[in-house]
T-cell receptor
Framework: EAQVTQNPRYLITVTGKKLTVTCSQN?????MSWYRQDPGLGLRQIYY???????DKGDVPEGYKVSRKEKRNFPLILESPSPNQTSLYFC??????????????FGPGTRLTVL | GIQVEQSPPDLILQEGANSTLRCNFS?????LQWFHQNPWGQLINLFY???GTKQNGRLSATTVATERYSLLYISSSQTTDSGVYFC?????????????FGEGTQLTVNP
């Protein structure tokens, strides 16, 4: 089944404890991205990747890191999480990131709470 | 950047009723998608519809790109249709295929 998977689905952690949220897709998509969803602010893009070893900042990249060493994986790294990073996170992928025209597929979401 | 407006913000229906959700956008788009966010937070792809009309069961969607709007029709609504419906667009001016989401329509279907 074609899908985007994220792990973990739920995570409660404490301020400053490094964590990684994994994202994987099995559709051979070139483009992957991360969004966060917050009440009143909607979904906002954090980082995106046009292909392996090519990443760039989205609208709200502060406090996050990403890497794209393999085409299928795009982990989101929080080096020192803070309570304002408590949010619902989504990973997405599409066949190609250039010039639009490609449907984006979203993972099931990761609900993160930072105490 | 491109603006996306959805209406109505809230909608309460009785099971079996029909409804129309609207999405207006401020510029030409390369991509338009409709999503359903269920009570567990998952975003479910409903339609990829930058133009034209599509149908999938009780749901259908129409995008009139030249007039910058899209409509999502839900017929014979069921309680499982409850949740938030998002319209998201991507315009040619943005790089990195960022989808811009509307604020959503909160749909409640009562039995």
């Amino acid at each position: 089944e074609a899908q985007v998977t994220q792990n973990p689905r739920y995570l409660i952690t404490v301020t400053g404890k490094k964590l990684t949220v994994t994202c994987s897709q099995n559709m051979n998509h070139e483009y992957m991205s991360w969004y966060r969803q917050d009440p009143g602010l909607g979904l906002r893009q954090i980082y995106y990747s046009m292909n392996v070893e090519v990443t760039d900042k989205g609208d709200v990249p502060e406090g996050y890191k990403v890497s794209r060493k393999e085409k299928r994986n795009f982990p989101l790294i929080l080096e020192s999480p803070s309570p304002n990073q408590t949010s619902l996170y989504f990973c997405a992928s599409s066949l190609n990131g250039r010039a639009g025209w490609w449907e984006q597929f979203f993972g099931p979401g990761t609900r993160l709470t930072v105490l | 950047g491109i603006q996306v407006e959805q209406s109505p913000p809230d909608l309460i229906l009785q099971e079996g009723a029909n409804s129309t959700l609207r999405c207006n956008f401020s510029d030409s788009v390369n991509n338009l998608q409709w999503f359903h966010q269920n009570p567990w937070g998952q975003l479910i792809n409903l339609f990829y519809i930058p133009s034209g009309t599509k149908q999938n069961g009780r749901l259908s969607a129409t995008t009139v790109a030249t007039e910058r709007y899209s409509l999502l029709y839900i017929s014979s609504s069921q309680t499982t249709d409850s949740g938030v419906y998002f319209c998201a667009v991507e315009s040619g001016e943005t790089s990195g295929s960022r989808l811009t989401f509307g604020e959503g329509t909160q749909l409640t279907v009562n039995p």
